[in-house]
């Protein structure tokens, strides 16, 4: 998924405001931001931990959820308003870079495709069969991604077993081979 999203990125991220050259940060490059953001707005990692935040950042965007639709939610609790937070800095200091995490890689890419109708046409079209190995440890966004690429034939093929569902505390879901 990863390596695909990159590509077509790499061609039309202009289309969703990045640039074709943008930067992808890996874990490392996220908690380096991600902790300078807990400097600048004095939160205490013994608090709220950096890797929980990172981690819940993480499912929100496996369910297409922007920092924007998580800031418009009433917050449960203290750490869920901290981490709205967290999340509006970090998206806002990526784009400011022109930086896209691994999660951004999938939601730019559903975003690129539900918004741009000549982008998804195209991939659409080049992509007449699809075919997906371990589809048991897919995410929400991969489903969605998977389901716009594949719309435009409908010859996509996924192959799973849920008994080696090894990335659930990852955001992968079963039900999306059910589906």
Do not use: W
Request: net charge neutral; hydrophobic share 40%; with cysteine.
């Amino acid at each position: 998924f990863h390596s695909a999203c990159v590509r077509i990125l790499r061609r039309d991220a202009e289309r969703i405001g990045f640039p074709k050259s943008f930067t992808i940060y890996d874990s490392d490059d996220q908690q380096r931001v991600i902790k300078q953001i807990y400097k600048e707005l004095m939160i205490d990692d013994k608090f709220l931990p950096v890797k929980s935040a990172i981690s819940q950042i993480s499912g929100y965007k496996d369910k297409l959820l922007s920092a924007k639709d998580v800031a418009a939610e009433a917050p449960r609790d203290t750490k869920a308003a901290l981490i709205s937070k967290i999340y509006t800095a970090y998206s806002n200091r990526l784009r400011t870079a022109g930086a896209m995490d691994f999660d951004d890689l999938i939601v730019n890419m559903v975003k690129l495709l539900k918004t741009n109708k000549e982008t998804r046409e195209y991939y659409q079209n080049r992509f007449k069969y699809i075919m997906v190995d371990e589809y048991q440890d897919t995410n929400h966004a991969q489903y969605v991604l998977t389901a716009l690429l594949a719309a435009g034939h409908e010859n996509i093929c996924v192959v799973g077993d849920d008994d080696q569902s090894i990335y659930r505390f990852r955001g992968a879901t079963i039900e999306n081979i059910l589906s």
